[in-house]
């Protein structure tokens, strides 16, 4: 019930493209979504985070879509570029109370080809 | 603003032995969290401190511990290590610790051998 599920695991993108990665979760209880961009060696840095009450958040060519009744949330990466490519989680957290803990998904691997 | 700084940035040690790693978070964030990162099981929560209290802590052994200082910074023990705990570690700070942005410093690695 504490897992977030995240595929797919590895993707591959032309330069200019779109790139979707999706997300499951079975914890009702979550409440909070961020998604985290990770560049090699680099530490995870959040890209962008979302709350059940709206279904989509937008920032640049980032996009969120959150289903709230699927229990499913996903990222699109518009007009992808070479520059985009690291590992992506989607993550989530239960309750303010439950302080400073990020559940991750298993990550995704984005490659943008130029 | 500086970010989150983390020593040292590669370990290797043996089986047995214990290893001591550290966290300096953004100044005036006072929540530092421990993130355990692997190829096989990801991204995985340690613990949580604020003002010098540990307030969450996640499914590790009892090898695995911390504790913060009065300046916010924040070290984790691994006692006993064994050559599963091989492993990138990351902490991540914020202001709160609740429901906001956590930011993550470079991580330590750590190889046991």
């Known amino acids: 019930q504490q897992q977030v599920k995240q595929s797919p695991q590895s993707l591959i993108v032309q330069k200019g493209g779109i790139s979707i990665i999706n997300c499951a979760y079975e914890n009702t209880a979550f409440d909070y979504f961020p998604w985290y961009q990770q560049f090699p060696g680099k530490g995870p840095a959040l890209l962008i985070a979302?709350?059940?009450?709206?279904s989509e958040k937008k920032e640049g060519r980032f996009t969120i879509s959150f289903n709230k009744s699927a229990k499913q949330f996903s990222l699109h990466i518009m007009d992808s570029q070479p520059g985009d490519s690291a590992t992506y989680f989607c993550?989530?957290?239960?309750?303010?109370?439950?302080?400073?803990?990020?559940?991750f998904g298993q990550g995704t691997t984005l490659q943008v080809k130029p | 603003k500086a970010g989150v700084t983390q020593t040292p940035r590669y370990l290797i040690k043996t089986r047995g032995q214990q290893v001591t790693l550290s966290c300096s978070p953004i100044s005036g964030h006072r929540s530092v969290s421990w993130y355990q990162q692997t190829p096989g099981q990801g991204l995985q929560f340690l613990f949580e401190y604020f003002s010098e209290t540990q307030r969450n802590k996640g499914n590790f052994p009892g090898r695995f511990s911390g504790r913060q200082f009065s300046n916010s910074r924040s070290e984790m023990n691994v006692s006993t290590l064994e050559l599963g705990d091989s492993a990138l570690y990351l902490c991540?700070?914020?202001?709160?610790?609740?429901?906001?942005?956590?930011?993550f410093g470079p991580g330590t690695r750590l190889l046991v051998l």
């Open positions: 979302i709350r059940p009450d709206v």
């Open positions: 993550a989530a957290s239960d309750r303010p109370g439950n302080t400073g803990k990020l559940i």
């Open positions: 991540a700070s914020s202001f709160s610790g609740s429901q906001e942005t956590q930011y």
